[in-house]
């Protein structure tokens, strides 16, 4: 089946520094790659959709320049946090569609940020 | 965008009893309609998946339906296990363009 990659599974940094997270398609090329956030106990927040050489669609209240996306592959989308605070403490997950149109979507493992 | 509600928010179950989750969506040019289950600490799973051209789909004990004209689908789980213990998800997404979830349910099955 479809395997999602990301990586890390969890980080620890300091205030100010940029932590960057992988994405990866494992077994299959994934035009488009979703970047979710996810607090605890809580749903997930779609955050961007990462187009395959093309910019980032954020979703409205996403700070495109806090959160850089970049989907340089058809197997590779990296997130960066840049100069992360505390408050940019979360899990953040990624998915890949595998097909065209209304194909369900695999989700990397996700990562633990915390900003100390 | 797409607003997707999902009730109830938890949900305690003896084992072997039904389990019934809904969800409603607004956006009417929605046509796929994913279900996700995930456990602590581990990444969402699709469990099922059913599109706007089909009103019921079925998958062993799970089983999910939707009503378009309502702008509403629902996850039922028969014969509930422990195992079946999990935060669930449904999800709306027009044309696989952007995948919307809803709130989560929390799922307890009591032996």
């Known amino acids: 089946g479809a395997v999602v990659s990301q990586h890390p599974s969890w980080v620890i940094c300091k205030s100010g520094t940029s932590v960057k997270i992988e994405c990866r398609s494992l077994?299959?090329?994934?035009?488009?790659m979703f970047w979710y956030r996810q607090f605890p106990k809580q749903s997930l927040m779609l955050m961007a959709t990462?187009?395959?050489?093309?910019?980032?669609?954020?979703e409205q209240g996403v700070e495109k320049d806090k959160f850089l996306i970049n989907h340089a592959s058809l197997t590779l989308s990296t997130l960066t946090v840049t100069s992360a605070h505390p408050e940019d403490s979360s899990f953040y997950i990624c998915?890949?569609?595998?097909?065209?149109?209304?194909?369900?979507?695999?989700f990397g493992n996700g990562t633990r940020l915390t900003v100390t | 965008g797409e607003n997707v509600e999902q009730h109830p928010s938890t949900l305690s179950v003896q084992e072997g009893d039904s389990a019934v989750i809904k969800c409603t969506y607004s956006?009417?040019?929605?046509?796929?309609f994913p279900w996700y289950k995930q456990e602590l600490g581990k990444r969402p799973q699709l469990i099922i998946d059913?599109?706007?051209?089909?009103g019921e789909k079925k998958d062993q004990r799970i089983a999910v339906t939707l009503n378009k004209t309502a702008k509403h689908f629902s996850l039922h789980i028969t014969e509930t296990q422990p195992e079946d213990s999990a935060v669930y998800f449904c999800?709306?997404?027009?044309?696989?363009?952007?995948?919307?979830f809803g709130t989560g349910t929390s799922l307890t099955v009591i032996p």
């Open positions: 998915s890949a569609r595998m097909g065209p149109y209304n194909s369900p979507l695999h």
């Open positions: 077994d299959f090329q994934a035009t488009t």
């Open positions: 990462s187009n395959e050489g093309s910019k980032a669609t954020y």
């Open positions: 956006d009417s040019a929605s046509n796929y």
């Open positions: 059913i599109r706007s051209n089909v």
């Open positions: 999800a709306a997404s027009m044309g696989g363009i952007q995948f919307y």
